[in-house]
């Protein structure tokens, strides 16, 4: 009996992220012996997976996991009291905007400052007080260009406050300006005798990352991990950059922290769970089986913060990979019946059926899965075998030349046509 290999995708992941990671699953699988009796043929070529949801990249749009990226309540208050109309003669009074900022009351801090402003322009504090409210009110864009104007004036002044560099530096953070926050940042986190600050270095690995300075990135994200060892968003950055260069231990330790102290963190479960399958391909059988088994324990976190689609055809592909069909299939048959469903995702669903030897549910599924892509020459291998070994030769006749139409120098899809073509009646 031959053993043979078939490649598959996963359903298509939800276009957060845009990096490309090729990452191809092979399946080894045992033909029936016997002229009329049906095997598997190997697909011309590897099909590209999707890169994981939520997995940043360079040109992503989200700057981080967002409940780990949100501001520090204690950059969101001045440590220091504003300047008073006695301090700044002819200048309007911003004590009644910093108490009721101090009390929280945001909205109200901000246009009481917004009145300072309007009066006297160049009063920095008041531009800082409504950066700060707009800061904890998530008005990050206006946080940004007021911050932006009361630094000017402090360093116009020669009084430069470390409190509004900071507050400055995340609101750049936080709408993405990377460049801007940049320089701020390596500022923040280089003053003499200032204790570490994780946020802080994390902002900055996160700036170095997003602007290509991956070497300082990495720097960086370890300081933050040393300040604060269970800085889940540090350990996810450490852990991507780590699988972006092919190391997939280190990406592992890397991700397994992260998901452990934030378990919460669907991106780290799904590139988690990319790196067990990836360092699975390059083991000898014994280790790869094992990271085939973590797999399927980081895609089973993804579903316990994640119940969509993508969360499951990845959970789905790991149970595949790990050889455990029935699991897959039930897994995957969760989110099977939407009529959105993705035709990858049905793909899957016939390989866990077709695995299991349930052959009549897994022509029900990649029947579907044809229609939805017509034009995924896997679907024809996987179709063909599967009403072959159901003896329905016409239908496998079929399937095989619409294989064949799509890559018509494929020698497997030539002899599979040949093969049935005297039983096609």
């Known amino acids: ?224 991990v040393k300040a604060d060892p269970k800085s889940a968003p540090a350990l996810f950055y450490l852990g991507r950059i780590a699988f972006e260069r092919k190391d997939n231990d280190a990406a592992i330790n890397a991700l397994n922290r992260a998901t452990l102290s934030d378990p919460r963190l669907a991106e780290a479960w799904t590139l988690l769970t990319y790196a067990y399958l990836r360092r699975a391909d390059a083991s000898a059988d014994a280790k790869a089986d094992a990271d085939y088994l973590s797999a399927v324990r980081a895609s089973e976190g993804l579903t316990r913060v994640r119940t969509d689609e993508v969360a499951f055809a990845l959970h789905g592909q790991a149970l595949i990979r790990a050889k455990l069909y029935p699991r897959a299939a039930l897994a995957l048959e969760r989110v099977a019946a939407s009529s959105n469903v993705q035709g990858s995702t049905l793909y899957l669903l016939g390989i866990a059926h077709s695995r299991a030897k349930n052959f009549p549910k897994a022509i029900t599924a990649l029947e579907r899965a044809a229609a939805k892509t017509p034009d995924d020459v896997n679907i024809y291998r996987e179709l063909g075998y599967v009403y072959e070994v159901s003896k329905q030769y016409a239908k496998a006749l079929t399937a095989y030349e619409k294989g064949l139409s799509l890559v018509p120098d494929d020698a497997d899809f030539k002899e599979a046509a040949e093969r049935v073509r005297p039983f096609a009646k």
Do not use: H
């Open 1 to 224: 009996m031959s053993r043979i290999s078939l490649r598959f995708t996963t359903a298509a992941l939800a276009a957060l992220f845009v990096l490309a990671l090729v990452l191809t699953a092979e399946f080894e699988a045992r033909a029936q012996s016997g002229a009329t009796r049906p095997r598997r043929v190997t697909p011309s070529q590897p099909v590209p997976t999707p890169s994981p949801v939520g997995q940043p990249n360079n040109n992503a749009s989200t700057p981080a996991p967002a409940r780990a990226s949100a501001p520090r309540t204690t950059a969101a208050t001045p440590r220091t009291a504003p300047a008073s109309a006695a301090a700044t003669s002819g200048s309007p009074d911003t004590s009644r905007a910093f108490a009721l900022l101090q009390q929280k009351q945001y909205e109200a801090a901000l246009r009481e400052a917004r009145q300072v402003t309007a009066s006297d322009p160049s009063n920095s504090e008041g531009w800082k007080i409504a950066g700060f409210a707009e800061m904890n009110l998530r008005q990050y864009a206006e946080a940004s260009a007021d911050l932006q104007r009361a630094l000017d004036l402090q360093r116009a002044a020669g009084a430069e406050d470390a409190n509004t560099l900071d507050a400055l530096a995340q609101a750049y953070v936080r709408t993405e300006k990377f460049e801007q926050a940049l320089p701020l940042l390596v500022a923040a986190t280089s003053r003499t005798g200032a204790q570490p600050d994780a946020l802080m270095l994390y902002y900055r690995g996160l700036a170095e990352f997003r602007t290509g300075k991956m070497a300082e990135a990495e720097r960086s994200l370890n300081q933050a």
